[in-house]
C-alpha cells in the first residue's frame, strides 16, 4: 500500500513563501507520478501541478504558474511544492497524491489512486 505524507504548511504573510514536502512509501515506493492538490473551505478540491516519475515533466494550474514550482527528490521518493508569491486566495488544504502513468494535463482528483492527509497553508497578514 502506498503512503503519502504531507508537511510544511503554516501561517504566512501575503507576498511570502513556504515550501511543501510529501514523503512516499510503501510498496510501490516510488514509481509514481505524483500531483499537488489544494482545497479550500466551501470550495472543491482543485489541480495546483504534477509532475512525471523522472522529474522532467511537469504541468501547472493557470492560478499558480510562475509562482509554485512542482520538484521530485533526488531517491524520488520525495515530492516539494515550492510556492512564492503566496496571496490569500491560495490559503487551503494542500495535499498530495498518486497515480501510475503521466499525462501534462490538469489531472482530476478522481484519477488519483493514493491521497496523503494534507498541510493547511494560510495565507493572511
Known amino acids: 500500500q502506498l503512503r503519502l505524507a504531507e508537511s510544511g504548511g503554516g501561517l504566512v504573510e501575503p507576498g511570502g513563501s513556504l515550501r511543501l514536502s510529501c514523503a512516499i512509501s510503501g510498496r510501490t515506493g516510488s514509481s509514481n507520478a505524483m500531483g499537488w492538490f489544494r482545497q479550500a473551505p466551501g470550495k472543491e478540491r482543485e489541480f495546483v501541478a504534477n509532475i512525471n516519475l523522472s522529474g522532467v515533466r511537469k504541468f501547472y494550474a493557470d492560478s499558480v504558474k510562475g509562482r509554485f514550482t512542482i520538484t521530485r527528490g533526488n531517491a524520488a521518493n520525495t515530492v516539494f511544492l515550492q510556492m512564492n508569491s503566496l496571496q490569500p486566495e491560495d490559503t487551503a488544504v494542500y495535499y498530495c497524491?498518486?497515480?501510475?502513468?503521466?499525462?501534462?494535463?490538469?489531472?482530476?482528483?478522481?484519477?488519483?489512486?493514493?491521497w496523503g492527509t494534507g498541510t493547511l497553508v494560510t495565507v493572511s497578514s
Open positions: 497524491a498518486a497515480r501510475v502513468g503521466y499525462y501534462p494535463t490538469a489531472w482530476s482528483a478522481g484519477s488519483m489512486t493514493a
